[in-house]
């Protein structure tokens, strides 16, 4: 069976705080993505990674960053947490071109 | 601008009550079309995969179809065990690869 994990669930974080969401597949995929999922809004793309060390921003990176250090692994980083980075946070990985994505379980997180 | 749209926003069955969910789309270079259930709280989980006009894909009660402009989400007698949100996208290219969510229909199925 194929796997992506996410590290947490849930989260509550202090606004100002760096937040850490680590990722995970076993699928040896060499694509990786972070999207964050908000009520009327879809899916939209924050960034994401095609090779090791190799990262692209998607629609909405401000306040984000990624990094690749390992194949497998694909890690979002909120520098200072705000409260409208509240939300339901995907990783998706994906073998190629036109394949279907797939995803974690999520991170609720939530930013008092 | 390249755009997805699915209908309805939500969607109230009884049990057994066939329907359709649709996902139109207004994108150039379509490389392919992307059905996923996703169930509260969880990620979104792939169904299928439709790649030219035409194409019919089936998987018990479920079945997609794709014209050049829309794509439909048949449930046939569905049960209460389909309630889910279900999810389009459209992978594109323009001048790059870009995978285009909509925001899904919300199926309840009572029984």
């Known amino acids: 069976d194929v796997k992506v994990t996410q590290s947490s669930r849930y989260l509550v974080k202090r606004t100002g705080e760096k937040v850490f969401l680590e990722c995970v597949q076993d699928?040896?995929?060499?694509?990786m993505f972070w999207y964050r999922q908000d009520p009327g809004l879809g899916l939209r793309l924050i960034y994401f990674s095609y090779d090791v060390k190799m990262k692209e921003k998607g629609d909405i990176p401000e306040g984000y960053s990624v990094s690749r250090e390992k194949k497998e692994r694909f890690s979002l980083i909120l520098e200072s947490a705000s409260t409208n980075q509240t939300s339901m946070y995907l990783c998706?990985?994906?073998?190629?071109?036109?394949?279907?994505?797939?995803f974690g379980q999520g991170t609720r997180l939530t930013v008092v | 601008e390249d755009q997805v749209t699915q209908s309805p926003e939500a969607l109230r069955l009884q049990e057994g009550e066939s329907s359709s969910l649709n996902c139109s789309y207004t994108v150039s270079g379509l490389r392919g079309l992307f059905w996923y259930r996703q169930d509260p709280g969880k990620g979104p989980e792939f169904l299928f995969t439709l790649y030219s006009a035409g194409e019919e894909k089936e998987k018990e009660r479920l079945k997609a179809t794709l014209t050049k402009k829309e794509s439909f989400l048949h449930i046939t007698a569905p049960k209460p065990e389909d309630s889910a949100t279900y999810l389009c996208a459209v992978q594109a290219y323009t001048g790059g690869f870009k995978t285009i969510f909509g925001a899904g229909t919300r199926l309840f199925v009572k029984a």
């Open positions: 998706a990985s994906r073998t190629g071109v036109a394949t279907e994505a797939f």
């Open positions: 699928m040896d995929h060499e694509n």
